[in-house]
């Protein structure tokens, strides 16, 4: 085995996420959520949202791109600096989707800007090489398609398009390209071009989404008991109230699937039947 270490984080996100399937009350508490980050200071979701995932084509996806470039870079640079990578790329992709979200409710899961952040190190760290899409038969030049992710996932952030935490994704690619940098400052003197493209694109994109009029203002969460009138501190109160009643749900749910329907006691019959109605009528 020549990426141990890449073996370790794929199989220990594996079982976290497998675990939070099975306990929606733990998935509740590791999810990315602004509000339980400031106002709760609970600081840990800003890793352990990186360790859970929406469902097994979310993990398959993230762990296959993962794989992919972490493996190079482990097995030619060791199993620290690719660990070091990592975690400050998930860490960078949770700092800046806490920045821009701080004033309104957001939840968000997976380890995408870790991987980001592999991949974007990766393009220096080992020139030359290129990234294969599934859709195109040749593959991409490393720095084009460090281009075209930023200025795509920029936009698509921007039109919010799909529930995918494009932010994150930009946070740990920009976090992943400057940790690389600062390990091995000689890459830029090797390509300086290409460096100054990627870095100078990523930094304009991360004073625009930090500066953008879309996320300034509204509700800030450093208070824990803030009072806060108007729609949206409504909005928030609604959500709250149905992801309970879906954790709920889901506990009975899963005692169904493990100890049959008749494992249920009237009154549990009686509730399950009522969220149901009232989630998905």
Not at 68 to 92: D, Q, R
Not at 178 to 183: K, R, S
Request: aromatic share 12%; hydrophobic share 45%; net charge neutral.
């Amino acid at each position: 085995m020549n990426a141990p270490a890449t073996i370790i984080v794929l199989v220990v996100t594996g079982l976290a996420t497998l675990f939070a399937f099975q306990r929606p009350d733990i998935r509740e508490k590791w999810i990315f959520d602004p509000q339980a980050i400031l106002a709760d200071k609970e600081y840990y979701r800003l890793y352990t949202s990186g360790l859970i995932h929406a469902d097994w084509m979310h993990f398959a996806f993230n762990a296959f791109s993962f794989y992919s470039f972490a493996e190079y870079i482990e097995e030619i640079y060791g199993a620290k600096v690719m660990l070091l990578i990592y975690g400050c790329s998930i860490l960078g992709g949770s700092l800046l989707s806490l920045i821009i979200h701080r004033h309104h409710e957001y939840r968000a899961l997976g380890a995408s800007g870790g991987v980001c952040g592999i991949i974007f190190a990766s393009i220096f760290l080992l020139p030359g090489g290129s990234i294969n899409m599934f859709f195109l038969p040749i593959g991409i030049p490393a720095y084009l398609y460090a281009v075209i992710f930023l200025v795509g996932s920029f936009f698509a952030h921007h039109k919010q398009l799909g529930n995918i935490g494009h932010d994150a994704h930009l946070g740990g690619a920009i976090v992943g390209l400057l940790v690389a940098t600062g390990l091995y400052p000689n890459m830029i003197i090797a390509a300086p071009g290409m460096f100054a493209l990627v870095l100078g694109l990523s930094l304009v994109i991360l004073v625009v989404l930090i500066l953008g009029p879309n996320h300034s203002g509204g509700r800030s969460f450093w208070k824990k008991n803030e009072t806060v009138g108007g729609e949206r501190a409504r909005s928030y109160q609604e959500n709250a109230d149905r992801n309970e009643k879906v954790a709920e749900l889901d506990g009975l749910l899963d005692k169904v699937a493990k100890q049959g329907i008749k494992s249920l006691s009237d009154l549990e019959r009686e509730r399950m039947e009522q969220l149901s109605k009232e989630l998905y009528r």
